[in-house]
C-alpha cells in the first residue's frame, strides 16, 4: 500500500503477449514548501515491524498525518542521502521549499568516511549535517539558513562528538 501523494519513477516498460508490463519504484522527490531529510540506517527496520525508537516515531508521523504537510525523504545512509542532495532533483525541490530541514541519528555502525575513517559510525549526524550545509553554502550560498535535528541516546555524548 502507497502513502496518498506517492511518486513513482518508470525503470522499464515491456510488452508481452499484447500486456504491457511496467516496472515502478516509489520515490520521495522532495517537491513540497516543507521538506525533511531523514538519515537513519534503522528507518527501513522500522518499516519491517521491528520496534525501536525510529519505529515508534515513524508510527507516530503515521497516525497523526504530519506526511500530508510535510514531504519527508527518508535515506538510510549518509552516503545515500547526500547523493540525493546532490542530485537534480533536490536542486529543483530546494528551490521550490519554504522550509527544508536535516533529521539524523547520531551514529550510524559501520559507516566510514575518507576523512575520519571508522570513528564516522559514532559522528555520522553531525557529519552528515557538516557535509550537507558545506555543500549548499557551495551551491546555493544557503548554508546557514537550513536547520536539523540529531537524536541521540545519550545526549552528552552527542555534545562530545559534535565538537
Given at each position: 500500500?502507497?502513502?496518498?501523494g ?10 508481452s ?11 520521495r ?9 531523514w ?29 500530508r ?26 528551490i ?16 566510514k568516511?575518507?576523512?575520519?575513517g ?16 558545506e ?5 546555493f550560498?544557503?548554508?546557514d539558513?537550513?536547520?536539523a535535528?540529531i537524536f541521540?541516546g545519550?545526549?552528552q555524548?552527542?555534545a562530545?562528538?559534535?565538537?
Amino acid at each position: 500500500m502507497f502513502p496518498a501523494g506517492a511518486e513513482f519513477m518508470c525503470t522499464k516498460t515491456k510488452k508481452s503477449k499484447g500486456i504491457l508490463h511496467i516496472w515502478l519504484r516509489e520515490i520521495r522527490t522532495g517537491l513540497s514548501e516543507n521538506v525533511i531529510i531523514w538519515a537513519d540506517d534503522e528507518l527501513f527496520q522500522a518499516a519491517e515491524g521491528q520496534n525501536t525508537p525510529t519505529a515508534e516515531l515513524i508510527q507516530f508521523i503515521q497516525a497523526h498525518g504530519f506526511q500530508r504537510n510535510i514531504q519527508f525523504v527518508l535515506k538510510d545512509s549518509t552516503e545515500t542521502a547526500l547523493a540525493f542532495i546532490r542530485s537534480n532533483i533536490f536542486a529543483q525541490s530546494f528551490i521550490y521549499a519554504k522550509n527544508v530541514k536535516l533529521m539524523s541519528d547520531n551514529t550510524r555502525p559501520g559507516e566510514k568516511n575518507e576523512e575520519y575513517g571508522d570513528v564516522a559510525q559514532y559522528l555520522a549526524g553531525p557529519l552528515f549535517i557538516k557535509e550537507t550545509r558545506e555543500y549548499l553554502g557551495k551551491t546555493f550560498q544557503k548554508k546557514d539558513t537550513l536547520k536539523a535535528l540529531i537524536f541521540c541516546g545519550d545526549t552528552q555524548k552527542c555534545a562530545e562528538n559534535c565538537q
